[in-house]
């Protein structure tokens, strides 16, 4: 067995085309080849779940569990654990079994009809059927389009298992994955069906999203405007990342009265605007910035780090013993901390690693940023705002968020926002606002220029206020004065990104870079539809838009 793999589905990619010989995200082959082989085991699961769909069952939610925690576990960052993979399978092949002794007989493609075999050596050598370029003869176009479905698919598993956990959950979703899965396995769907399925998984996506918001505001309240520190606390911490607020919830709640600092990290710290999180005292903080700093910024610190979702990097040997993952994440040699049958954690290690570990020795000057601009919070203003509009106080609005990444390109986004006009307001979400969300912006009409509306599936909430200023104009989102300039990197912002096409936005900036599993005619497509562009020069950009028709 050879080293080779191929992997595209992130924005760092290798030379911009397909990781071969290692992932850039520190995936190893074997890891890449055994998702390879997942996905392929889902798709076969799919193919004996579809036909039960038509007739109107609906699939067991332990099955849809195990679907989407797979197609989470293989998101970028995520989970690198070569054994984590190898149980998967297995289970896979238990549930495919089962689907297969319920499903209508009938000729079935490879992917359901194939049984995994007994070792990973075996299962290693079976993997090279399910890559991704193994069919070299297949039209580019419909490969294109059934990896831009998987990877939206990836990316609303993601936020499926975030509202799951707290019990929310959405059949149309669910039934989702199945249709999707097996829609992307059957060669008779060509392209033009296969661009019908691309713009509904952007449906599915706003609607997983609309879930996430309706599970997390009903657990935490909506988010409302809060200063939170960027700088330390003496004392013993944990620094939580990811995305997932019952995580946090849960270790805020152990560790109440203990005299551990918790603070957040990368996309974590959205969650200070939630009335119950924001209550709990020693939530001090948030600390360092977006994933791709992990490295240096959890280098040798005296406390503990809990990644809850992702972006999971490499651990240095130097802080190896103090990070912990959850869920679905996982590193070899890393401690996970499981959830029982309630989903209850017992983060007992985590704690007691952090108060030998003594913390941090002297507090730094407070230094603050504001969050918790969500959809509710912002349109409590909505009056001031389109009377604002009106008058011409405010003149455009711009929403710079998505995910961030080590690129140097990215430094884009940081001068875009600095170059904004005072008089008008950028609305920001996701871990690519770290590239601004430290310097200053002041004010417009008594209003910050700087919103934080909050994590990547918060996308959801930019939506929502953008089509309620909409209909408070009489118009439709794309005559807004407003333009959506993105950042993409991993998987939530392929589904990030199909949300806001399936609403109909248009003329949307993306960049660093575009995604190397666009072909040409695909990207084609999305730039005469949707006038999709690569982003320029800040100021190239920023004079389009605002010579925008209003
Ligand atoms: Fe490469 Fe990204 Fe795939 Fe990792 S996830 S192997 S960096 S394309
Ligand atoms: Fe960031 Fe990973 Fe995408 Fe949720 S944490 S946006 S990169």
Known sequence: MDNAMFCYQCEQTMGGKGCTKMGVCGKTPEVANLQDL?????????CYAKPLIDKGELIDKTIVEFVENSLFTTLTNVNFDVEVHIQLLKDSQKIKEALRSKAPKGDYPEEAKYNLSATKQQMLEDAVKAGLMYDKDLNPDIRSLRHT???????????????????????????????????????????????????????????????????????????????????????????????????????????????????THGEMLPSHGYEKLKKYKHLVGNYGSAWQNQ?????????????????????????????????????????????????YKDFSPVIEKALELGGFKEDEEEKEIMVGFAHKATLSHADKIVSAVKNGDIRHFFVIGGCDGARPGRNYYTKFAEQVPKDCIILTLACGKYRFNKLEFGEVCGLPRLLDVGQCNDVYS???IATSLADAFDTDVNSLPLSIVLSWYEQKAVADLLALLSVGVKNMYLGPSLPAFLSPNVLQYLVDTFGLKPISTPEEDLKSCLQQIV
């Open 295 to 343: 490295q240096k910024e959890f280098d040798n610190i005296p406390g503990c780090i809990l990644m809850t979702t992702n972006c999971l990097m490499k651990p240095r040997e130097s802080y190896k013993d103090r990070i912990f993952s959850t869920g679905v994440v996982g590193w070899d040699g890393v401690i996970h901390i499981g959830r029982d049958e309630n989903g």
């Open 149 to 263: 479905i998987l990877y939206g698919l990836k990316g609303i598993s993601a936020y499926g298992h975030q509202a799951r956990f707290i019990n929310f959950y959405s059949d149309q979703v669910d039934q989702f994955y199945f249709r999707a899965l097996e829609a992307i396995t059957n060669d008779d769907v060509g392209v033009e069906e296969l661009i019908r399925w691309t713009l509904r998984t952007g449906e599915i996506a706003l609607e997983v999203m609309r879930v996430l918001d309706n599970a997390n505001t009903t657990r935490y309240s909506h988010p409302t405007p809060h200063n939170v520190n960027v700088n330390i606390k003496k004392g013993p911490f944990i620094i939580v990342s990811g995305h997932d607020l019952r995580d946090l919830e849960m270790l805020l709640e152990q560790t109440d009265g203990k005299g551990i600092n918790i603070y």
């Open 38 to 46: 997942l996905i392929y085991q889902l798709k076969g699961i799919a």
């Open 462 to 464: 930019a939506v929502k």
